[in-house]
Each structure stands twice: as C-alpha cells, then as structure tokens.
C-alpha cells in the first residue's frame, strides 16, 4: 500500500466560481440593491476615497503579477516626448505651420525627429539581448506606450519580432496604447507615482530622449533615486546633447551647490542607438554589485555609467 496521498491545493471555491454564482442569483429588491454587491465587484464601492489605499495595491499588484508571469526579468526604459514627429512626417509639420513662431518650433522638432529613428534601433539591439539561466527575459522593452519616441521604442521591438511593454496613464483627453505595444503587456494607470514605480522596479538601463513635463519628471526623479541611494545606479543615457545642455545648465546646478559636481556622472549623453547600447553592455560586464546601492551623497566608491 502506497504512502503517497492526494492532499488538494485548495479547499475554498475560488472567488471567479463564486463571482460567476453572485451574478446569477435570482433578482429580488435585496439582491439588486449594491449593497448586496460583492464588494470587489462592486465599482462604486471601489472608487470611494476611502478606497484609495485598495486602488494603489491593486495598481502596484496588476502590472507587478503579470510581468512576473511573463518571465520578464529586467527592462529597459524609454523615456521622451510624445510630440516628436517620425522623420518621414516632419515636413508636413513645418508645412502646416501657419506663423513665424509655429514655423520655428516645426522646424526645431523637425530638427530632433531622427531621435525616433535612434529610439527606434536601440530597442531593436536591446530586444535580442539573450534570456537569462533561469529563462527570464532581459533588457525588454518599456515605454510609456503613447506616440512619438514612446512608439518608436515599441516599435522596434516588434521590428525584431520580441514583446515590449507599454505603461499608459488616463488623461483628461483620449490617449490609446500605440499599435506596438504587446497587448498582453499593454496596462493602464490612475496614478502617476504607481506608473512610475512600474517603470523603474524592472529597470536595468535608461534612456531619455528629448522631451517635457512628463519625461523632466521621470527622468529627476531617477536622477534623485539614484543620487540618495534609494536605488542602485544603472545606466542613464540623455540623447541629444545640445538639447540637454539648452533646457538645463547642469553645471550651473553644481556652481550653486544645490548639486555635487559627482551627480554629473550620474548619466552620460549619447547620439546615436549604437553609443547607447555599447554604454549599457559596457557597464554591467564590469559593474561592482557591491556598490551599486551607493548614492553620490557621501558615496567613496562610484560605478560610472
């Protein structure tokens, strides 16, 4: 007689069973009334104010569980505007321009429009970097999902046939996940502090392209997570020098001593895909895992990116 038993791995319906059996149940004035709801099916219930801690697990829980399931093992970050046109549509821009001072902005996105080209390769590179021994997907993909260098960076994952990752926020105007965007890795966020969590929980290199308020408030607040030590450093490219050095005098941060002269090793500029991707494969085939945790704030030893 065998010894082995057949111990079941649950003895509770699962809640899908018992969702299914709430939604059949005959309709009487108690039954229809919400309150009778079951509360995780109950909408209204759930966008309370009083919710909100529910909804941030839940925003932090969703995207966390799927990517696990997905065997994604690390990403890599694009961040950028979503007002730079694809090279082959700059010209229409600048045509459509109606004054001196629309003329002149056409002209100056025209001018940046082969940074979606340079988004575009990188991903490509960094979608075949190989699977790790435990199979898990490296260096995949990871925008903000919407237009411009966001879609240049999905789609060149898809131009080498690998999946990517989109993190779409709701906004007071309609903004739909750009066609490149795996679907099964296609989520939608609420909050902004959670999206930007996601974006970086994963992360093991990054690039900022040319972009405004929402690409300035990503990528500071790396640079500020890094700076203090609250995450390990990592590769932080900036794409386009010229544009950097004329929207920020980073320099003149470090004159005032509201920075240390050592944060300006925090990232290095690039031009083009191929510096970038050379950048990020240089710097962990020597990184030191001893001390990548250390901030620049009071830091003896820096790992430079």
């Not at 039954?31 to 932090?60: C, I």
């Not at 979608?127 to 240049?152: L, W």
């Not at 010229?242 to 925090?266: K, M, T, Y």
Request: neutral net charge; hydrophobic residues 40%.
């Amino acid at each position: 007689m065998s010894d082995r038993m057949d111990v079941p791995k649950r003895v509770f319906r699962p809640a899908k069973q018992d969702a299914e059996t709430a939604r059949a149940s005959t309709p009487q004035p108690a039954t229809v009334h919400p309150a009778y709801k079951l509360a995780f099916q109950d909408d209204e219930f759930l966008l309370r104010d009083d919710l909100r801690p529910v909804r941030f697990q839940l925003e932090m829980l969703k995207p966390e569980l799927l990517m696990n399931e997905a065997r994604i093992g690390s990403t890599f970050v694009f961040y950028g505007s979503a007002r730079i046109p694809e090279p082959c549509k700059a010209d229409t821009i600048v045509e459509a321009a109606r004054t001196d001072t629309q003329r002149a902005i056409a002209e100056r996105l025209r001018g940046n429009a082969h940074y979606y080209e340079e988004a575009r390769k990188l991903a490509r590179m960094a979608s075949q970097a190989p699977d790790d021994e435990e199979g898990r997907r490296q260096f995949v993909v990871c925008s903000g999902g919407g237009p411009s260098i966001m879609e240049a960076a999905n789609r060149g994952a898809a131009d080498v046939g690998k999946s990517s990752i989109g993190l779409n926020i709701v906004l007071p105007f309609e903004q739909a996940p750009n066609p490149y965007v795996t679907p099964d890795l296609s989520f939608q966020f609420h909050y902004f502090a959670l999206r930007k969590m996601h974006f970086l929980l994963r992360a093991r290199a990054v690039a900022v392209f040319p972009g405004g308020f929402g690409t300035f408030d990503e990528m500071f607040e790396l640079l500020t997570l890094v700076q203090t030590g609250k995450m390990a450093r990592l590769p932080i490219l900036l794409f386009g020098r010229e544009f950097w050095e004329r929207v920020v005098n980073w320099e003149a941060l470090a004159e005032e001593g509201v920075i240390s002269p050592q944060d300006l090793r925090l990232f290095r500029f690039c031009e083009t895909a191929e510096e970038g991707w050379a950048r990020v494969q240089g710097y962990w085939s020597r990184a030191d895992a001893g001390t990548m945790y250390q901030g620049t704030r009071g830091a003896k030893k820096q790992v430079e990116g």
